[in-house]
Structure formats: C-alpha cells, structure tokens
C-alpha cells in the first residue's frame, strides 16, 4: 500500500525549548526516517533529480547541476544511518546520497501530482509506476542533500569520523570507556560528542542521565567502568523505547511514514518536565541553562558532583 497525500517518510523534531526553539533530530527520529526510507525508495531507480533552491545541495560541492545528474539512472540500495545521518546508497556506484535534516528538514514521499509544499526544495522523481516522488523539504535550509564517495565500509567519506551510535552492534564499549577517562570533560559533554558516541543529543542525553542518577557536570574521569557501562545501557533503553513510540514529537513538523507523529513526549522523565516531580523521588524537576541549551535534572536522585578543594 503506497503512503496517501500528506503522509511522510519522515522529519525533523523541533523541540520547543525556553533556550534554543528547535534541535537538530536526534538518533531515534532519524532511524524513523530511515526504516520509511528503505520501505518506500530503496530499491527504486532515478529518473530525474529537480532542485529547486541551491542552499538545499550547498554541500555537494559541485554544484545542483552535478547533483542530479550524478543520481539520474542509478538505482537506489538500502536506507543506512549513522548517528544522526542517513544515506541511500547507489547501487551500481561507490558513491552515496547524504542527508542532513537539520533542524526542519523532512523526506515525503508524495504522490507525483500532489501540490508542491511551500518550502519544497528538492524533487526525486523515479522510473517506475508506482506514483510517488521523493521530495526534500526544508524551511529553514539548514539540512540538505549531497553526493559523495563511500569508504571502504560503505559510508559516505565526509562522515568516516563520526563515532558509531550505541545502537550498532559493533560498537566498542570498552574503547569508550578508555575514552571518557581521558577526557576533561562532563557526562553531558561526553555523550553528545560525535567523535565519542554517535546519535545522542540533549534530550536523550537528560533522559538517560535521570535513568543512571548521575549529574549532567559529573567529571568523565571519575566515572568507573560498570557506571559508563550502566550508563551506555540507559542510553540504549531510552533510544529504543523512542523507536517503539515513534520518536519525540512537540509540534506537527516530525511524523513518521504513516503521517502520525511520535509520542515518545509522553513518556519523559526529566527533559521538560521544570518544576514537576520527579517520577523516582517526587523532588522537583529543575532546569539549567547548558551550552545554549537546557539540562533537565531531579537535585536529588542527581546530585551535583563535589567541588574540588
């Protein structure tokens, strides 16, 4: 059954935040996009590629012209993800389409004679007859597409040093251990460094640190093994309790394939919850500004690390 008007492969999450009104998607919105993706593109050839504002294909540095004839007649191999990335590989190439949503991009799969979206910036139209369109819309311009050659292992080469997500089975845990005590550096700061771990922004990040009862300032290097261990396991619950919700969703601009937004909102234990109790303790939740950002934290199941004397 072919997704009706309206419906989406998937979107961005802009999380209204009394610091910053919208964050980039973080691991589980994007992995939505991606199993949407590989349902309803993979396995489908270009027949032409329409950009609509340059700003859209800013990274592919060749220019929109090069972009859609570098995808015209390739057929499209499974949706990949990493982190907060995702790419559809070429499969009769050693080259891959790279997406970014930034903080309001969406991926639509529309049928071809639906109105075009006010912010739409890229059509992918394809040789077949099923109906549908690929349609990149944006209406900050800050995600986009690109195109670009893939490493030996098969992602495209500008991410190679992103760090994989605790959800990839081959990632290292003990290699992130040794990283953390070499750090100086803070939990919070540690998990959303994409060099370290993959994936993780500020809402999951709080979400996780309530789980594990540590403080967002807790020191990297004070942290023993089972703690970081117990730790990257809250932080797999919480990614994988998002999948199974559909993701978070605080306004209308994140759906997923069916159109319907993700209510993983509804299950939140300290990421905007200021001043309600806490659901393990009944303390307050409290909010601090972090990094242009919020961190949201219960004063007492996380207590602030000591001061050094």
């Given at each position: 059954?072919?997704?009706?008007?309206?419906?989406?492969?998937?979107?961005?999450?802009?999380?209204?935040?009394?610091?910053?009104?919208?964050?980039?998607?973080?691991?589980?919105?994007?992995?939505?996009?991606?199993r949407g993706?590989?349902?309803?593109?993979?396995?489908?050839?270009?027949?032409?590629?329409?950009?609509?504002?340059?700003?859209?294909?800013?990274?592919?540095?060749?220019g929109a012209?090069?972009?859609?004839?570098?995808?015209?007649?390739?057929?499209?191999?499974?949706?990949?993800?990493?982190?907060?990335?995702?790419?559809?590989?070429?499969?009769?190439?050693?080259?891959?389409?790279?997406?970014?949503?930034?903080?309001?991009?969406?991926?639509?799969?529309?049928?071809?004679?639906?109105?075009?979206?006010?912010?739409?910036?890229?059509?992918?139209?394809?040789?077949?007859?099923?109906?549908?369109?690929?349609?990149?819309?944006?209406?900050?311009?800050?995600?986009?597409?690109?195109?670009?050659?893939?490493?030996?292992?098969?992602?495209?080469?500008?991410?190679?040093?992103?760090?994989?997500?605790?959800?990839?089975?081959?990632?290292?845990?003990?290699?992130?251990?040794?990283?953390?005590?070499?750090?100086?550096?803070?939990?919070?700061?540690?998990?959303?460094?994409?060099?370290?771990?993959?994936?993780?922004?500020?809402i999951y990040?709080?979400?996780?640190?309530?789980?594990?009862?540590?403080?967002?300032?807790?020191?990297?290097?004070?942290?023993?093994?089972?703690?970081?261990?117990?730790?990257?396991?809250?932080?797999?619950?919480?990614?994988?309790?998002?999948?199974?919700?559909?993701?978070?969703?605080?306004?209308?601009?994140?759906?997923?394939?069916?159109?319907?937004?993700?209510?993983?909102?509804?299950?939140?234990?300290?990421?905007?919850?200021?001043?309600?109790?806490?659901?393990?303790?009944?303390?307050?939740?409290?909010?601090?500004?972090?990094?242009?950002?919020?961190?949201?934290?219960?004063?007492?199941?996380?207590?602030?690390?000591?001061?050094?004397?």
């Amino acid at each position: 059954m072919l997704p009706a008007t309206g419906q989406y492969a998937g979107g961005a999450t802009p999380i209204r935040d009394p610091l910053r009104r919208s964050h980039v998607p973080e691991l589980p919105e994007v992995e939505v996009v991606r199993r949407g993706l590989e349902r309803w593109v993979s396995g489908r050839t270009v027949a032409g590629v329409e950009v609509l504002h340059p700003r859209a294909v800013r990274r592919h540095l060749a220019g929109a012209g090069d972009f859609a004839a570098g995808l015209k007649g390739h057929r499209i191999g499974a949706a990949r993800r990493r982190g907060k990335y995702l790419w559809l590989p070429l499969e009769d190439t050693s080259a891959s389409v790279l997406g970014h949503l930034g903080m309001s991009g969406q991926l639509l799969v529309q049928p071809e004679d639906a109105p075009d979206e006010k912010h739409l910036r890229v059509r992918i139209r394809f040789d077949d007859t099923l109906g549908t369109e690929l349609r990149f819309v944006d209406q900050r311009t800050f995600g986009g597409l690109s195109l670009h050659p893939n490493t030996p292992e098969g992602a495209p080469d500008v991410i190679a040093h992103i760090a994989l997500d605790p959800l990839d089975p081959a990632f290292d845990e003990a290699a992130f251990h040794a990283a953390l005590r070499l750090r100086r550096t803070t939990i919070k700061r540690a998990l959303l460094d994409q060099s370290l771990v993959s994936g993780v922004g500020n809402i999951y990040a709080d979400e996780a640190l309530w789980r594990a009862k540590l403080h967002y300032e807790r020191p990297t290097s004070t942290l023993p093994r089972p703690r970081s261990v117990e730790l990257l396991d809250h932080v797999r619950e919480v990614m994988n309790a998002a999948l199974v919700a559909g993701g978070t969703s605080f306004d209308s601009l994140y759906v997923n394939v069916n159109g319907e937004s993700g209510y993983f909102d509804r299950s939140l234990d300290a990421y905007g919850r200021e001043d309600e109790p806490c659901r393990r303790c009944g303390t307050a939740i409290r909010r601090r500004p972090w990094m242009n950002r919020s961190s949201y934290f219960c004063p007492r199941c996380q207590r602030p690390p000591r001061l050094s004397s």
